[in-house]
């Protein structure tokens, strides 16, 4: 029995020999404290609760650590660097990323030769590892005995090196050991987070108003025949013209889409278009022949050079109706490549790939490229009037003065924006240099109808109305060089970190333009006017109405608001 015993201590001696063996050969656990140095771009999110949260993000993007707020390190100062994060990982961390407490924070610089670690060399490509650099060793720490070195971990190798204080490793490292920390004002090539962007406003504009001529006039009752409705008669007042039009509020939509033509979000091309409604401003005058109405014009015939009018209405001898609709519409539209020139926010890249955003800081990007503007407008008058006398005759008269505006030019602008968290404001300034083709579009004719109530029946149809005679009756075109600058400023806000809502100002100007009120000559010759009586009769005297070019300038502003969203 008892030799039995013994042969079983034997093999339970035997068994524990190597276990007690890697124990005597272990070091024993030094007494400093585990610290690790990370690397990255710091970033200011906000939770799901709402509360700031720093985070540090690697050079694939991917956030790395959860850095809390600590005492002493300035966080805040560095969102957007590129840094090196020392300190302590937290045994239970509380978010879904490991949770480093912060000791120190230094803007990222190359680290000395003894902290190069060749195996992680030889495994990785060097251009992908972000340059390191020895952060004095914490004298708070207390864990460490006197002359034992902390133990290091860079980006998760152990590094087992005396830690130089700030002043050895400025005296042990040569200049071209060392990379300037970045300029934050030279992070250009850089984009905002998003590929694709799109926004879309309602409009409240107004637009430079268009001024008539005199185009219908009355007179009281007992003014002979010569003298009704002629401007500057006694008694004689303007019904319609003799002022300003469009000068109420119009409503349109405005829209732009771009997007960055590759991962560095560098160049991008946009998409805008801005279209106000059509306005319109309508007169409509009747009479019996109990109220004279009339059509003033300047009598410019062989022997006359004084004011007229032809009549609508007048007692016993005329009944009649005038109709005037004056029209506008505009809309522009550009096609634009985006560069930027200027970035302390958004995406900050190094040679091969993104490392992260930031949402505050400041950006300036150049605009370049295409812009059109059209303005199109017209001035419609139509009379009927019947004879209240034998013989019975019906008069259609009609009169349209139309122009079209179509500028094309190259532009060049710049945009800006400047962002503080969720809050954002945006400015533009572009100017576009071009033609604008100027086209005046001008129609007439009078059409005599007997008997006065079959205006489906038999009839003449006469060249001319009044204003628009075979005189200036047809298309006419013209090239003018014109400027169009744009201005306009943006306040947003972010509702979620791809919507935001916006409020802003803009302001357009076309120096260059035709209107129908600068294409309509009051000056007539009444030899052109056509005579139901004399169809055949031949003009004698200037030709006129004429063509007339009056060019002016136009502006549209007003206020947006809106939706921009980012992909």
């Known amino acids: 029995m008892l030799r039995l015993l013994n042969i079983c201590v034997l093999v339970?001696?035997?068994?524990?020999?190597?276990?007690?063996?890697?124990?005597?050969?272990?070091?024993?656990?030094?007494?400093?404290?585990?610290?690790?140095?990370?690397?990255?771009?710091?970033?200011?999110?906000?939770?799901?609760?709402?509360?700031?949260?720093?985070?540090?993000?690697?050079?694939?993007?991917?956030?790395?650590?959860?850095?809390?707020?600590?005492?002493?390190?300035?966080?805040?100062?560095?969102?957007?660097?590129?840094?090196?994060?020392?300190?302590?990982?937290?045994?239970?961390?509380?978010?879904?990323?490991?949770?480093?407490?912060?000791?120190?924070?230094?803007?990222?610089?190359?680290?000395?030769?003894?902290?190069?670690?060749?195996?992680?060399?030889?495994?990785?490509?060097?251009?992908?590892?972000?340059?390191?650099?020895?952060?004095?060793?914490?004298?708070?720490?207390?864990?460490?005995?006197?002359?034992?070195?902390?133990?290091?971990?860079?980006?998760?190798?152990?590094?087992?090196?005396?830690?130089?204080?700030?002043?050895?490793?400025?005296?042990?490292?040569?200049?071209?050991?060392?990379?300037?920390?970045?300029?934050?004002?030279?992070?250009?090539?850089?984009?905002?987070?998003?590929?694709?962007?799109?926004?879309?406003?309602?409009?409240?504009?107004?637009?430079?108003?268009?001024?008539?001529?005199?185009?219908?006039?009355?007179?009281?009752?007992?003014?002979?025949?010569?003298?009704?409705?002629?401007?500057?008669?006694?008694?004689?007042?303007?019904?319609f013209g003799d002022g300003d039009v469009f000068t109420d509020l119009r409503y349109g939509t405005q829209f732009r889409v771009g997007g960055w033509l590759g991962p560095r979000r560098w160049v991008g091309l946009e998409f805008d278009y801005t279209g106000l409604q059509d306005e319109q401003t309508r007169f409509f005058a009747v009479s019996v022949g109990d109220q004279i109405l009339a059509r003033p014009f300047l009598n410019v015939g062989p022997n006359t050079m004084a004011f007229d009018s032809a009549l609508v209405a007048y007692p016993n001898l005329l009944a009649g109706t005038v109709l005037v609709d004056v029209d506008s519409r505009f809309q522009s539209a550009g096609?634009?490549?985006?560069?930027?020139?200027?970035?302390?926010?958004?995406?900050?890249?190094?040679?091969?790939?993104?490392?992260?955003?930031?949402?505050?800081?400041?950006?300036?990007?150049?605009?370049?490229?295409?812009?059109?503007?059209?303005?199109?407008?017209?001035v419609t008058i139509r009379d009927y009037l019947v004879t209240t006398v034998t013989p019975r005759t019906g008069l259609i008269g009609?009169?349209?003065?139309?122009?079209?505006?179509?500028?094309?030019?190259?532009?060049?602008?710049?945009?800006?924006?400047?962002?503080?968290?969720?809050?954002?404001?945006?400015?533009?300034?572009?100017?576009?240099?071009?033609?604008?083709?100027?086209?005046?579009?001008?129609?007439?004719?009078?059409?005599?109808?007997?008997?006065?109530?079959?205006?489906?029946?038999?009839g003449t149809l006469l060249a001319g109305g009044l204003l628009a005679q075979t005189t200036n009756i047809g298309d006419h075109s013209y090239k003018a060089s014109a400027w169009a600058p744009e201005i306009g400023a943006t306040c947003g806000y972010e509702l979620t970190p791809h919507l935001s809502v916006k409020l802003g100002y803009s302001l357009l100007f076309l120096s260059n333009v035709i209107r129908p009120a600068g294409a309509i000559d009051l000056g007539v010759n009444e030899t052109y006017i056509p005579d139901p009586s004399d169809p055949n009769l031949v003009p004698v005297g200037p030709a006129r109405p004429a063509v007339a070019f009056n060019d002016t300038n136009y502006w549209a502003q007003g206020f947006h608001l809106g939706l921009d969203y980012r992909w």
């Not at 720093?54 to 650590?65: A, I, Q």
């Not at 680290?111 to 020895?134: H, K, V, Y």
């Not at 219908?216 to 003014?223: E, L």
């Not at 890249?349 to 059209?374: K, Q």
């Open 335 to 378: 096609f634009h490549l985006v560069t930027n020139l200027l970035c302390t926010f958004g995406s900050q890249h190094s040679a091969r790939r993104e490392l992260g955003s930031c949402n505050s800081g400041f950006r300036l990007d150049l605009l370049g490229g295409y812009r059109y503007l059209s303005l199109d407008e017209s």
């Open 398 to 458: 009609f009169d349209q003065f139309s122009t079209g505006n179509d500028f094309h030019g190259g532009e060049l602008g710049l945009a800006a924006k400047y962002q503080r968290r969720r809050w954002w404001t945006e400015g533009l300034l572009r100017v576009a240099l071009g033609r604008t083709q100027e086209t005046i579009a001008i129609r007439g004719e009078t059409q005599v109808i007997v008997p006065p109530d079959a205006q489906n029946g038999p």
């Open 12 to 239: 339970l001696l035997l068994a524990a020999l190597p276990a007690i063996a890697g124990a005597a050969d272990q070091p024993p656990a030094p007494d400093t404290a585990l610290l690790r140095v990370a690397f990255g771009v710091l970033q200011k999110h906000k939770t799901d609760s709402g509360a700031d949260q720093y985070v540090l993000v690697d050079s694939e993007g991917k956030v790395r650590y959860s850095i809390p707020p600590s005492d002493g390190v300035p966080l805040e100062a560095n969102v957007g660097k590129s840094v090196q994060v020392v300190g302590e990982l937290d045994s239970q961390p509380s978010s879904d990323q490991p949770l480093l407490v912060a000791q120190t924070i230094e803007p990222k610089i190359a680290p000395p030769a003894q902290f190069a670690d060749p195996q992680s060399a030889i495994r990785t490509d060097p251009g992908s590892l972000p340059p390191l650099m020895p952060i004095p060793s914490p004298d708070s720490t207390g864990s460490g005995s006197a002359g034992t070195s902390p133990r290091v971990i860079l980006e998760g190798e152990v590094i087992e090196e005396s830690l130089l204080n700030e002043q050895e490793f400025l005296q042990s490292t040569e200049p071209e050991h060392l990379m300037p920390a970045p300029d934050p004002w030279h992070h250009a090539p850089c984009g905002p987070p998003e590929r694709l962007w799109g926004q879309v406003s309602a409009l409240a504009w107004w637009t430079r108003e268009m001024a008539l001529p005199p185009l219908v006039t009355t007179s009281p009752p007992g003014t002979p025949q010569a003298q009704a409705g002629v401007m500057g008669a006694g008694g004689t007042q303007v019904l």
